[in-house]
């Protein structure tokens, strides 16, 4: 390494620990002192990526074009038996910006200028200054670069379904709507599934190597949304593209739906045990990696009920019709909101099915998830 890749790493972890030390002063705090000390704290540690009530002028001075692409909005998920906790978020306007003089980290899609990290443009939960440190995206924008013209999109790696199709595509969409012209850009490997996707829906897009950096005078970036909680424009403009991609069919498909994780990573144990048990009782078994993306968006658009563990399979109930029950299965080991939070914006019926959870088996296994399926099915309403 380098002598100025060192110490630029060594000042990342600098500023790091400094966050650590940061968050534990907060939480050892007493509850009386501790909204003051964060309010202050805050003041002192200002982000450096684009923000809508903090401009840094050393960043925005990079800004071409300002865009609003979706409007404020907020959602409350009501609590329910299943689930006792309301939830809730507000997104303010989304914003999508046209950048020059930027240099582009391909395999994270982070976007710096004059050595500060602006906006993510890959998926995450953390905010960009965090990822542009952990990553190593801060270290490889220093380096050398490789000259793009441009316009571009830069989307770092397409690395999950879920991920791509909720947060990254729509991303893609805004910006398509206020610059045609712009190329979304992807690391290396491309996944089959994204490939897929773009090439159904008709959206020409590059693929370079994820070591490189790129340096450009035309950048178009689309603020990322949490994971769990995707703009509700996005999923009305996922909707309206799809639906003039990927016509109706004329076929009537199946009523009932269980999407299988057979041999994934956190599946049912004997899981094949449950799908024969739910084709029993009139489910028909579907595997969605195994089905192109036009027959994936087909299947769920015409289910009434969909029974699914939680996983990326479930993603496609974003083309589900309102009013269809979504019976989501976890033992709670590993859960997030996010099926919850979109089946409430979409008008779906949810219900959060608990398997039981030992530790032998921390996702469930068929001899205890069968009865719970049963009991969830017979307490839907006719």
């Known amino acids: 390494m380098r002598r100025d890749d060192l110490a630029h790493q060594l000042r990342w972890w600098g500023a790091e620990y400094r966050r650590r ?6 939480r050892l705090a007493a509850p009386s002192a501790r909204a003051d000390l964060v309010r202050a704290l805050e003041g002192r540690d200002a982000g450096r990526e684009i923000d809508l009530s903090r401009l840094d002028p050393r960043a925005t001075v990079c800004v071409r074009e300002d865009h609003v692409v979706a409007p404020a909005a907020e959602h409350v998920v009501p609590r329910t038996a299943d689930v006792p906790i309301d939830a809730g978020t507000h997104w303010p306007d989304r914003h999508a910006y046209r950048l020059t003089a930027c240099r582009v980290d391909a395999a994270t899609g982070l976007v710096f200028y004059g050595g500060r990290v602006l906006t993510a443009s890959g998926t995450g939960w953390r905010p960009a ?4 440190f952990l990553s190593g995206a801060a270290a490889r924008a220093a380096g050398p670069t490789v000259h793009e013209v441009g316009p571009i999109a830069p989307m770092g790696r397409a690395d999950n379904y879920f991920h791509f199709l909720v947060e990254v595509l729509p991303r893609v969409l805004h910006v398509r709507q206020v610059a045609p012209d712009a190329v979304p850009v992807f690391a290396a490997p491309m996944p089959a599934f994204a490939a897929d996707v773009l090439d159904t829906l008709g959206i020409a897009y590059r693929v370079v190597d994820d070591e490189i950096v790129l340096r450009c005078d035309d950048v178009w970036v689309c603020e990322p949304v949490p994971s769990d909680w995707p703009h509700p424009r996005d999923l009305d403009l996922l909707a309206d ?3 003039g991609s990927v016509p109706r069919s004329d076929a009537v498909g199946a009523d009932r739906v269980y999407v299988t994780r057979q041999g994934a990573s956190r599946s049912i144990a004997d ?3 449950v799908e024969a048990h739910v084709t029993g ?10 089905l192109s993306f036009a027959e994936q968006v087909a299947v769920l658009r015409e289910a009434r009920i969909v029974l699914a563990p939680h996983g990326a399979g479930m993603a496609n109930i974003v083309f589900s019709r309102p009013g269809t029950r979504v019976l989501e299965l976890t033992t709670g080991a590993w859960w997030g909101p996010c099926y919850r939070n979109v089946a409430s914006m979409l008008g779906l019926r949810h219900v959060l099915v ?3 959870w030992t530790p032998v088996r921390p996702d469930g296994a068929a001899a205890g998830a069968i009865s719970v ?5 017979a307490g839907l309403p006719a």
């Open 21 to 26: 030390l940061i968050g534990a002063t907060v």
């Open 129 to 132: 200054r965090d990822s542009a």
């Open 241 to 243: 593209v799809v639906a």
């Open 271 to 273: 899981e094949a045990v």
């Open 281 to 290: 009782l009139g489910f028909t078994v579907v595997r969605m990696e195994s």
């Open 354 to 356: 608990r398997l039981p």
């Open 373 to 377: 399926i049963d009991a969830a099915l």
